[in-house]
Every structure is written in structure tokens, then in C-alpha cells.
């Protein structure tokens, strides 16, 4: 336990990285053990509201104190001004040598982070590692930077079987954890009692709308098809439609913001807490998305669930309680017929993929 000592480095910046992380520094605080938080600022709202909930410390260090990075210009600059500033002060934010640092998924700050350990000297642990769409542009950029970041990496922490195998090809230490860390996450979501859902769960039934993906979003045509599908269920269902900050911008940008407004039986909702999501999700009848955590968390509810893509990079659910539309208008429209069908149950003897990450880390 000594060894590990001030040796482990989490360095997350997004909303989704944190709430995957979680339940590991969780574990990490019930088996005192310590460990540097590095926050590289990508993505700054809820990250306080979410180390609330799940009880966590602030960060240790802040690389980025600004406006959240939503463009790619903005990327390109704050991910340069963070690699310097690692360069020139290593020792500062890494003070042990060979030590581990923890990255997660597959955003710029998974790609930064693994950067920076090895400009630190630090073995990369990347969780979350061996997810592959198979296709380098589909989603962009999420399958390059899983690509970059497994073939820096010393030890992968592989979310099941499928995840093993993609990461049987590149160097370093492979763990199986069986399920992703989001499992985990999710129990904690479920068994807090204390939690009250902003806005309030409606009464009548309802589905959930929640899209963010780049290729979805930022071209007119394709979210305008988007907003096509949400008229043609809100005529059916109450929906939902949650909005992430860089899709109510689009909406805007394309004048279709107005035009939801128009639709009777949609509801806009800003986006909410991690544990508050989770309990409106369980109530719904089923979600539209085009998030791979939603994909699974949809399969760990057994909830129906509609992905908004051509492919998708995890294995949770597909075919069982998860549909790939692949943008097919007679699949999206037999979906909302015949939903039902998808409700799945799920075995829930599933072992807590944290709890296997932080018994390698304490070996």
C-alpha cells in the first residue's frame, strides 16, 4: 500500500469521464489510497455538482480554468498550451516518478492524458480500453483517439471479452473487467434515496430524446432529420429532449430551436445531474440516443433503447434490447410501434469492474 503512495494520477476533463471514473475513486478513498486529481478543463459545467453526489475531492490540479472547449480551433490551442505546460512543469504535477496515470474513453483529454504521462515518465492505465466501431472516421474523432491512446498505453483495462480481443494487438498489460465502470456508477445512482429529479418525472408515459454526437449536430441537414424523427414520435408519445449545451447551440445556429418549441408534446430540458438522469431514464419507456454510456446504460436497465448511428463501438445490447436505426426511416418508425418487444432483462450478478481495477492496482 506504501508503494502506491501519492503514484496514481486520474486525469479526466469531461462530464462523461467523471461520471465512469467515479466509482474507481470511490474505491480509491474506501481503501485509502491516495491519488492526484488533474482536471484538464474541457468541459467545466456539473463537473462540481457531479464531485458532490458522488462525494468526491476538487481536483488537485487545474490545467485549463477557462470557457468549456466545445470547438475544434479551441481544441487544437488549449491542447498545445497543456502539453507545454507539462513539459516545462513535470515535476510539479507528476512529483514521483513511475507512478501510474489513469485515463478513461475517448475524448481530447483521454488523448492529453495519456500525452502526459509519458512526458511525465508515468505508465498510462487506460479504462475503458479495446472499444473499436471499425470504422476510422465513424464516429470522428472518438475511434482515432481509442486507436492513439491504446497504442501509448501500458496497461488496459478492457471492458469484456470483445474490448480483450481489440487490445490483444498492442503492448502492454491487458485486465478484463468484465463490464464497464459505468455499472458501477449506475448503482450508486440507483441506491441513493436522497436524489430528487429537477423538473419533476412526468406523469404520463414519456420517452427521452439525447443527442450530442459531432456528426449528428453540426451539419443542418442531418439534425434537421433528426428534429423530423422527434416530430414524428412526440405525435405518439411525450418526449423528452434533453439539451447538451453544443446541440441547443445548433438548434439555434439552424432555426430549428423554434421549431421544437412548436411541437406540443416535446419537452426542452437542460441537461441534468448524473443521478438524477438516471432515475428519469429508468422511468421512461425508452431513449432515443446517440451516446455510447447511454447504450449502456440502457442495457444495464434492460430499458429499449434507439442509437441514432450507423455503428457503434460497444456490444451492450445490440440486437437485444438496443436497435442500430443506421438512419433507416422504416427501422425508426417500427421502433416507436413496437418498443415493448425490446424491454430486456439482464442477469445482475455482475462482478464491479472498480473493485477488479483497484485490486491490480494494489498488486
Not at 469531461?14 to 461520471?19: R, V
Not at 490545467?63 to 487544437?76: A, E, V, Y
Not at 444495464?300 to 445490440?318: A, I, N, S, W
Not at 426511416?329 to 421502433?335: A, L, P, S
Request: net charge positive; with cysteine; glycine share 6%.
Amino acid at each position: 500500500m506504501s508503494e502506491l503512495k501519492n503514484k496514481i494520477y486520474i486525469v479526466l476533463g469531461t462530464k462523461a469521464q467523471l461520471i465512469k471514473m467515479a466509482p474507481i475513486m470511490v474505491e480509491l478513498n474506501k481503501n485509502n489510497i491516495p491519488y492526484r486529481f488533474i482536471f484538464t478543463g474541457q468541459h467545466r459545467e456539473t463537473i462540481q455538482e457531479l464531485l458532490n453526489i458522488f462525494k468526491l475531492k476538487k481536483p488537485d490540479i487545474t490545467l485549463h480554468s477557462g470557457k468549456d472547449i466545445t470547438k475544434i480551433n479551441q481544441m487544437f490551442i488549449w491542447s498545445l498550451k497543456i502539453l507545454f505546460n507539462t513539459l516545462v512543469h513535470k515535476r510539479q504535477i507528476f512529483p514521483n516518478k513511475d507512478g501510474i496515470i489513469l485515463v478513461h474513453g475517448d475524448t481530447f483529454s483521454t488523448l492529453l492524458g495519456a500525452l502526459m504521462g509519458k512526458i511525465g515518465n508515468q505508465k498510462v492505465g487506460y479504462v475503458e480500453a479495446g472499444l473499436r466501431s471499425f470504422e476510422l472516421f465513424n464516429p470522428f474523432p472518438e475511434e482515432l483517439i481509442r486507436r492513439v491512446v491504446s497504442g501509448i498505453s501500458d496497461i488496459h483495462f478492457c471492458p469484456g471479452d470483445f474490448a480483450m480481443q481489440n487490445s490483444q494487438k498492442y503492448m502492454g498489460v491487458k485486465i478484463n473487467t468484465k463490464q464497464n465502470t459505468l455499472l458501477d456508477s449506475l448503482n450508486l445512482a440507483l441506491s441513493n434515496k436522497d436524489i430528487k429529479v429537477k423538473y419533476g418525472i412526468p406523469r404520463t408515459k414519456y420517452c427521452i430524446f439525447s443527442i450530442h454526437r459531432f456528426e449528428n449536430i453540426f451539419f443542418k441537414k442531418q439534425l434537421s432529420k433528426i428534429v423530423t424523427y422527434i416530430n414524428n414520435y412526440q405525435k405518439k408519445i411525450k418526449v423528452l429532449f434533453i439539451l447538451h449545451k453544443p446541440t441547443e447551440e445548433r438548434l439555434k445556429e439552424f432555426r430549428l430551436y423554434n421549431k421544437l418549441l412548436k411541437y406540443k408534446n416535446v419537452e426542452l430540458r437542460s441537461r441534468y445531474d448524473y443521478f438524477s438522469f438516471i432515475k428519469l431514464l429508468n422511468k421512461s419507456e425508452f431513449l432515443v440516443t446517440d451516446g455510447g454510456s447511454n447504450q449502456e446504460e440502457c442495457y444495464y436497465l434492460g430499458k429499449p433503447c434507439l442509437l441514432l448511428r450507423k455503428t457503434t463501438e460497444r456490444k451492450e445490447g445490440v440486437g437485444q434490447n438496443a436497435i442500430l436505426s443506421n438512419f433507416n426511416w422504416e427501422i425508426i418508425q417500427n421502433f416507436i410501434k413496437d418498443y415493448k418487444r425490446y424491454i430486456y432483462k439482464i442477469n445482475n450478478s455482475f462482478s464491479k469492474p472498480s473493485r477488479i481495477i483497484i485490486k491490480y492496482l494494489n498488486k
